[in-house]
């Protein structure tokens, strides 16, 4: 029996006043009228939306993650090592020891020296905070980092015209801090734009001021395509992001909100943002408009939506000629999804794996343009990225 059941979980500090509760429901077998023990339906009886979080007072000092037993992980598989021959290198034991394997790579045609990247780092406090030591820890590793959606737009210290972001210091600051110890060849910083980076040009901003080269296109803004979301506890920065075109709720501009807020009432406003709603011409017509306002290359970042979602997003992305592309699988991030949605949407990495190869096998076929493809979502160590990696391999090309 599992131990994660519904009604007793550590990401919103729930539990029962049973262990054997019922497999069904997540209840105690006997739920008794006086009980004082927090279960989450009693918690969410009496807190609300407070628990949908994990654990909302981390909030931006912390990462989250599902504790869903998705039953099958990379654990699930073995590597396969034999004495016989080498691959990649002369099979001569002076020769094929461990120092001189080549671990180079290259991703959407950037010259990577390890076979990983750093994924969006967004507008999330804990993104923010620990964007020093990543950006000079991908500088240093010839990587590429990725600046995630919203930075623009939640940075008090932009400046817009016409709607049109002219400057921002934080996204200025996060790429300047990657270039001090970049070499120049070896990865790249990369901007990820979403809807409401696309309205206020952020992409025109870090291709023309910036001199950014790649441009990331995010689908499905915060994961599970139900609109990302970022905690406010400050009443003018609520009212700002708001007039720049954000929902946040509840109305930071209503007297009556404001009073409640200042009295204690609530303490913390939502921002929330788009969810884009893509369609393959206007998607092929957006990717070729970038490339003529100047961007070298034009990767993609999106989540692991239904297996008629990806097998789209592949044909949309191998239409537009997009030079790579990342999957993110259930079920984790920097804390702004719903805990039921962390738990319950979207497809665990090892299953988008198998759906996105399948979909590449297919371009493959019809001969069309294959984007390169990385894959995220709750890796941890060396042995499940060197298992992604290898099953991603077709045998002649590996796209992965
Ligand atoms: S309220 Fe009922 S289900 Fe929740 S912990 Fe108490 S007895 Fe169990």
């Known amino acids: 029996m599992p131990e994660n059941f519904m009604n007793r979980r550590s990401t919103n500090e729930t539990r029962t006043r049973v262990r054997d509760v019922s497999p069904l429901s997540g209840m105690c077998a006997i739920c008794i009228e006086d009980c004082d023990i927090l279960c989450e339906v009693g918690k969410s009886a009496l807190r609300g939306r407070e628990i949908l979080y994990p654990s909302p007072e981390y909030f931006g000092e912390s990462t989250a993650a599902s504790n869903k037993d998705y039953t099958i992980d990379w654990s699930d598989f073995q590597i396969m090592t034999t004495v016989f021959g080498a691959k990649g290198i002369e099979a001569d034991e002076d020769k094929a020891i461990f120092p001189n394997a080549d671990i180079t790579t290259r991703f959407g045609g950037v010259p990577l020296n390890i076979p990983a990247i750093v994924a969006g780092l967004g507008s999330t406090a804990v993104a923010k905070r620990n964007w020093d030591g990543l950006a000079i820890g991908g500088a ?12 623009c737009g939640m940075d008090p210290k932009s400046k817009f015209e016409n709607g049109k972001v002219t400057y921002s210091e934080d996204l200025k600051y996060r790429i300047d801090m990657y270039r001090e110890l970049w070499d120049g060849k070896h990865g790249e910083i990369v901007v990820q734009t979403n809807v409401e980076d696309e309205r206020f040009g952020v992409d025109e901003y870090a291709i023309s001021k910036l001199e950014v080269n790649v441009i990331e296109r995010k689908w499905g803004q915060g994961a599970k395509a139900i609109g990302g979301e970022v905690m406010i506890d400050d009443l003018d920065k609520a009212i700002m992001l708001k007039k720049r075109g954000y929902i946040v709720l509840p109305d930071p501009e209503d007297k009556n909100i404001q009073k409640k807020f200042k009295d204690g009432v609530f303490k913390r406003f939502e921002r929330h943002s788009r969810v884009g709603m893509p ?22 970042k999106t989540g692991a939506y239904r297996p008629a979602v990806v097998a789209a997003t592949l044909r949309y992305a191998s239409d537009a000629k997009i030079d790579a592309i990342t999957f993110d699988g259930a079920g984790g991030g920097t804390g702004m999804s719903p805990i039921p949605m962390m738990q319950e949407c979207s497809t665990p990495t090892v299953w988008l794996q198998a759906q996105v190869l399948r979909c590449l096998r297919i371009l493959k076929d019809h001969g069309r343009h294959i984007p390169d493809v990385a894959i995220a979502g709750g890796f941890t160590d060396e042995t499940q990225v060197f298992k992604s990696i290898a099953m991603g391999n077709f045998g002649d090309e590996p796209p992965m």
Do not use: D, P, Q
Not at 141 to 149: F, L, N
Not at 279 to 300: D, Q, S
């Open 279 to 300: 369609n393959r011409e206007g998607f092929v017509e957006n990717i070729e408009r970038l490339r003529e306002k100047g961007a070298k290359k034009v990767f993609m």
């Open 140 to 151: 240093i590793s010839g990587t590429i980092i990725t600046v995630g959606e919203n930075v």
